[in-house]
């Protein structure tokens, strides 16, 4: 697992944003051959999406071939509503790229058998040979999707009741009225996400930094989920700086991204910083994921 400490949301949301554009362009997709992107909803990634949507329209990546797969959706919520997944992801990304519609996937709250729905979502996915990159964000309870504390670490897509803190934390998009908020959802599951070949989560706040760290420096716990990320052979972590209050070992990525400069994507000072503080040329070359790995 690899952690990367930006400043701040807006220096996350672009190594990420970038981070996903180079992963799409070298994987070089085609109509046979179609990228597969995770995709969550939230706050969180409201900065990536506008720089993708920014990336896309310099001409340097193309949703054309890529076929999406979003995370979970409100039970009950009418399509339509300003605070559904669905509308969510068409405002803040897709109407604004050249992404199919019939490449979208969005699980439907609305469906007339949820379960079922939830198993044709899990079909869906296994049908295009599974999902290349899953970006997710968390809750300040370390959930990844809604997958809350409790959740299994093995579960698929599934209904889930939302925890009573999720509520709150969502009631701010329902004119901060809990009782508008949705109490059941339809998410992916732990194993949905953690079966992506490379698993990307994006931290920042102060309010999600004890999750950060009991995520990444306690040991694997479904009272955490997004800690399955531990086990995961290509899981990247990108935090801002308010993000990191509660670990123990950020100074290790400190040095860590001193020494690796400007060969990480988004990088700018790295090796400005380096250069003025050390002699680089005499230091060994580091790995890029030596840190938390
Ligand atoms: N289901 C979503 C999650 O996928 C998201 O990660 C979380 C955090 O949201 P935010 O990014 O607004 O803090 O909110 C909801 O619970």
Redesign the pocket.
């Known amino acids: 697992m690899r952690l990367i400490i930006r400043e701040d949301h807006t220096e996350v949301s672009d190594y990420i944003a970038n981070y996903i554009k180079e992963r799409i362009n070298q994987f070089q997709p085609s109509e046979d051959r179609p990228f597969v992107l995770g995709l ?6 409201i900065g990536v999406y506008k720089k993708m949507v920014e990336l896309y329209k310099s001409g340097d990546i193309s949703f054309k071939h890529v076929v999406t797969f979003n ?2 959706e409100y039970v009950g919520l009418p399509r339509d509503h300003p605070e559904s ?1 669905h509308s969510f992801m068409w405002k803040n990304l897709f109407m604004h790229v050249d992404i199919k519609p019939e490449n979208v996937h969005i699980l439907n709250g609305n469906a007339p058998d949820l379960d079922e729905e939830c198993k044709k979502y899990e079909a869906a996915i296994a049908a295009v040979g599974g999902i290349e990159l899953f970006l ?5 309870d370390g ?4 997958n809350e504390p409790g959740s299994s670490l093995t579960s698929r897509t599934r209904v889930k009741t ?1 925890a009573y803190e ?1 509520i709150i ?2 009631a701010r998009f329902f004119d901060g009225d809990v009782n508008k908020v949705p109490k059941l ?1 339809l ?1 992916v599951g732990v194993a949905t996400v953690m079966d992506a070949r490379e698993v990307v989560v ?1 931290i920042t ?1 102060a309010h ?1 930094s004890i999750a950060l760290a009991k995520c990444i420096e306690d040991g694997v716990n479904h009272m955490w989920t997004v800690s399955s990320i531990q086990l995961h052979p290509k899981g990247l972590i990108v935090c801002d700086e308010d993000s990191t209050l509660e670990l123990h070992v950020k100074s290790i990525e400190h040095v860590h991204q001193v020494l690796i400069g400007t060969e990480n994507l988004g990088l700018q000072g790295g090796v400005k910083q380096l250069k003025s503080a050390t002699n680089a040329s005499s230091r060994p070359k580091t790995p890029m994921n030596a840190p938390h790995e």
């Open positions: 969550p909803t939230g706050s969180s990634p995370m979970d997944y997710g964000g968390i809750g300040p959930h990844i999707a809604f939302l999720t934390a969502n959802a998410t994006i706040g999600k």
